[in-house]
């Protein structure tokens, strides 16, 4: 991987005068191949045991707005990583990072530019960002930890499934099933505010990947319960089996796909959660 001396000059992504841009070009080019090459890496790692495979989905869980390359390069880097921000981020912060952990950044992936392909669709070059942890931090502030009232945590659930909610008295022993031709989850009535969460999120991933994800949606419910501090239900004993004999571009692809699901589904859940601005007017 090349070296981080260009870290010296904070997050600026394009070279200072004076600097052979071609060079600076290929340097850039060589680390986002060996940033690839190290998730790849991680990504094999992860799905090697269930303890591993713990440890990606508690990184994932707790930085849900990453993509999962990035949680795996997190997890590489610094695996015991608890918030993340670039400089600019900490300095809004009024936190600044300790001179001598300058050199050590997590290095991620960011978008950049946009890009024209050859069939003309647009496509976005990829760059590299610097992000430090609150652990390398001069001045820490302890962040409160949130929580959740259950009624309004199952509300938020089920306005943000991709598909319609209806309770049931009778499911054949299921608590909920997705029927993708009704595009209904139904739901078995009488049951506990947890279990009510874990079968609602459960089915949503379903929903959202498709009736045959299987361990996606799994995956994806882990990250969705993980999100708001729910007991998701979910084992992974069967990971090693469930990855056998896949590369790891395509072991990346099924934790993007399970990742994206989930964001998409806590993403409408917070905007039902978020209070609601008072609207002004006549009194």
């Known amino acids: 991987m090349a070296n981080y001396d260009?870290?010296?000059?904070?997050?600026?992504?394009?070279?200072?005068?004076?600097?052979?841009?071609?060079?600076?070009?290929?340097?850039?080019?060589?680390?986002?191949?060996?940033?690839?090459?190290?998730?790849?890496?991680?990504?094999?790692?992860?799905?090697?045991s269930p303890e591993a495979f713990k440890q990606y989905l508690d990184m994932q869980a707790r930085f849900d707005?990453?993509?999962?390359?990035?949680?795996?390069?997190?997890?590489?880097?610094?695996?015991?990583?608890?918030?993340?921000?670039?400089?600019?981020?900490?300095k809004s912060q009024r936190v600044f990072i300790k001179r001598d952990e300058?050199?050590?950044?997590?290095?991620i992936l960011a978008p950049g530019s946009e890009y024209t392909r050859?069939?003309?669709?647009?496509?976005?070059?990829?760059?590299?960002?610097?992000?430090?942890?609150?652990?390398?931090?001069?001045?820490?502030?302890?962040?409160?930890?949130?929580?959740?009232?259950?009624?309004k945590l199952i509300r938020a659930l089920v306005k943000a499934a991709p598909a319609q909610m209806e309770g049931v008295d009778a499911l054949g022993g299921r608590d909920a099933v997705y029927d993708p031709a009704q595009n209904k989850?139904?739901?078995?009535?009488?049951?506990?505010?947890?279990e009510i969460m874990q079968a609602v999120a459960r089915e949503s991933c379903v929903a959202q990947l498709g009736?045959?994800?299987?361990?996606?949606?799994r995956v994806g419910t882990q990250l969705i319960c993980a999100k708001f501090g729910i007991d998701s239900g979910m084992a992974f004993s069967d990971v090693r089996?469930?990855?056998?004999?896949?590369?790891?571009?395509?072991?990346?692809?099924?934790?993007?796909?399970?990742?994206?699901?989930?964001?998409?589904?806590?993403?409408?859940?917070?905007?039902?959660?978020?209070?609601?601005p008072k609207q002004q007017g006549a009194r």
């Open 6 to 48: 260009d870290l010296l000059n904070g997050n600026q992504q394009t070279p200072p005068q004076g600097f052979d841009k071609e060079a600076w070009a290929a340097g850039k080019k060589q680390e986002r191949e060996g940033l690839y090459t190290l998730a790849d890496q991680t990504a094999l790692r992860a799905v090697a």
């Open 65 to 90: 707005r990453y993509s999962a390359t990035n949680a795996l390069l997190v997890m590489a880097q610094r695996p015991d990583a608890k918030q993340l921000g670039d400089l600019d981020y900490w």
């Open 102 to 107: 300058l050199p050590n950044a997590v290095i």
């Open 118 to 151: 050859n069939d003309g669709s647009i496509g976005t070059n990829m760059t590299t960002k610097r992000v430090y942890d609150i652990s390398q931090a001069e001045r820490v502030r302890v962040q409160p930890v949130r929580t959740y009232d259950e009624g």
């Open 185 to 194: 989850i139904f739901v078995q009535c009488g049951m506990s505010a947890l």
């Open 211 to 217: 009736e045959n994800a299987g361990f996606e949606a």
């Open 241 to 276: 089996e469930s990855f056998d004999g896949l590369e790891a571009k395509e072991v990346r692809e099924v934790l993007s796909n399970a990742r994206n699901a989930a964001a998409e589904i806590t993403g409408r859940m917070t905007k039902e959660l978020e209070p609601k």
